[in-house]
């Protein structure tokens, strides 16, 4: 935790979001520095996906505030809009943009930037996620894996202050996997990123990340660090759900 834990980057406080009459999330509380890794856990439906959706200002929590760099973006009468939030996600689905090659993905999301800087940082990103070669195919012409590459070239290119990520690995194998991974704790991005990181495998997260918040029957059972996570918790590191 840095000095300035009375200032988180990001603190979300007693939220509860419902859809309809079904309660989805209740009471979850949780704080993430700038620059840390939040791991996000639990079994399926349990309100992962929907607390991410809650930070990018996708849903309006019913309840709690969300706060991010000292300022309220979700409570009572307050909706911040998802773009002045600074987060870019990374969904299960990709959602690329069927009629654009590689380059032109993260040409678009580049727009305002000058074009040799753009240049730059493209070739720099498409290093990064191993798609030089691709920089001319269309996503009908990638594999699964190549096409969820570019999902997370395309956000982090933008060097967004969140990044928040929704099982983003499930199409890579085991060897890139582990290399997305490892690079997410040193990502080319022009200042720190905070990340939000919802996965199924808790040993894999574990290895990355420094706070985890598990969810169990829509309830957060645990949010601390992963130390205190691996010491104290019933799930220790063998659950691969
Ligand atoms: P997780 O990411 O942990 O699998 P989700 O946040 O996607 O969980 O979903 C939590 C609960 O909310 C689940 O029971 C799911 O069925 C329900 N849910 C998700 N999206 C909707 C929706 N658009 N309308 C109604 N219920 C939904």
């Known amino acids: ?32 520095e700038k620059g840390e890794i939040l791991g996000i856990s639990g079994p399926s439906g349990s309100g992962k996906t929907t607390i991410l959706r809650l930070v990018a200002g996708l849903e309006k929590a019913d309840s709690g505030t969300i706060v991010m760099e000292g300022k309220i973006v979700s409570g009572e009468k307050i909706m911040v809009p998802p773009y002045q939030r600074g987060c870019s996600m990374v969904f299960q689905g990709f ?16 727009s305002k930037k000058k074009i040799k800087e753009k240049q730059q940082r493209i070739a720099e990103i498409l290093n990064f996620v191993d798609l030089l070669g691709k920089k001319n195919c269309y996503p009908y012409e990638l594999s699964g894996g190549e096409q969820q590459r570019l999902a ?5 290119i933008v060097s967004p202050d969140y990044l928040l ?8 194998d085991l060897k890139r996997r582990k290399k997305m991974l490892s690079l997410l704790t040193t990502l080319p991005t022009e200042e720190q990123t905070t990340i939000l990181y919802v996965s199924h495998d808790l040993p894999e997260l574990l290895k990355v990340a ?32």
Not at 1 to 17: Q, T, V, W, Y
């Open 95 to 110: 959602f690329l943009w069927p009629h654009m090659t590689v380059t032109k993905h993260l040409q678009f999301v580049l």
């Open 1 to 32: 935790m840095s000095e300035n834990s009375d200032k988180p980057f990001l603190k979300a406080c007693d939220i509860g979001f419902q859809y309809g009459v079904v309660p989805v999330v209740e009471d979850i509380n949780f704080t993430v």
């Open 210 to 241: 420094d706070m985890i918040l598990f969810l169990e029957e829509n309830q957060q059972t645990f949010f601390g660090t992963t130390e205190e996570f691996v010491k104290t918790h019933k799930y220790g590191v063998e659950m691969n759900r």
């Open 165 to 172: 990520l929704d099982e983003p690995f499930s199409n890579l």
């Open 152 to 156: 997370i070239a395309r956000a982090v």
